[in-house]
């Protein structure tokens, strides 16, 4: 099964190892799988539960208030055993995992393991904040997660540009791009700008501002 987990889904089970010692837990329970969803804030899972209202930071602060630390370290060595209510979570994960036919199982997958069994400290914390199965089947319904867009961002575009005649540049002077990661007068765009001599920027067609520095002629955009 665990062959089967993306490299979110295993950074999460590692965060819940990591919790379970930190909490001086001979065992992983729910509640660290929780922890470990709340840590990997890059995954699918953290970001459903920011969309459904969810505020990640006091989740983690009401698990924190809840859990009581145990009476001994425990050895960072060898592996720590699931309690009974984890195990069932595994078992309902990889079947959302195949109900949704996916070959990967998710971070997504987890969360839905763990609101769906139910009686587990993670379900009990989890329905309190509103997050429930239906909720999240919903979301696995969507067009968007279907397609692999959900949630994904604009990817960010760095060019280095350079410009010439900076002091003479007037309203609607022609502006020149030069090729992505170059720096050079290489030309492959040229668009019209306007300069607001206020704030000393460059403003794109499209809206896109960026400040050109008083000393270095070579500034970047992201757009």
Do not use: W
Not at 35 to 62: E, M, R, W
Not at 138 to 160: A, M, P, V, W
Not at 167 to 184: A, C, Q
């Amino acid at each position: 099964m665990f062959d089967r987990f993306t490299r979110e889904a295993r950074n999460i089970m590692a965060q819940a190892r990591k919790h379970a010692q930190r909490l001086r837990h001979d065992f992983i329970g729910t509640e660290h799988i929780l922890f470990g969803i709340i840590d990997c804030n890059a995954c699918i899972a953290y970001q459903i539960l920011t969309s459904l209202g969810v505020d990640p930071h006091q989740l983690k602060d009401k698990i924190e208030r809840s859990v009581q630390v145990g009476p001994e370290l425990v050895s960072e060595i060898g592996s720590l055993p699931f309690t009974p209510r984890v195990k069932k979570v595994l078992e309902l994960t990889l079947e959302c995992a195949n109900n949704l036919e996916s070959r990967d199982i998710k971070s997504e997958h987890l969360l839905y393991g763990l609101v769906r069994e139910n009686d587990g400290f993670a379900a009990q914390i989890l329905l309190d904040t509103g997050v429930t199965c239906q909720k999240l089947q919903e979301i696995f319904q969507s067009d968007q997660y279907k397609k692999g867009t959900l949630f994904i961002q604009k990817k960010t575009r760095t060019f280095n540009l350079r410009v010439f005649f900076f002091e003479e540049l007037n309203l609607g002077e022609k502006f020149i791009i030069p090729e992505e990661g170059s720096d050079t007068g290489i030309c492959k765009v040229c668009v019209k700008v306007s300069y607001d001599i206020n704030d000393n920027a460059l403003y794109l067609p499209d809206g896109v501002c960026f400040t050109v520095g008083k000393e270095l002629p070579v500034v970047k955009i992201s757009v």
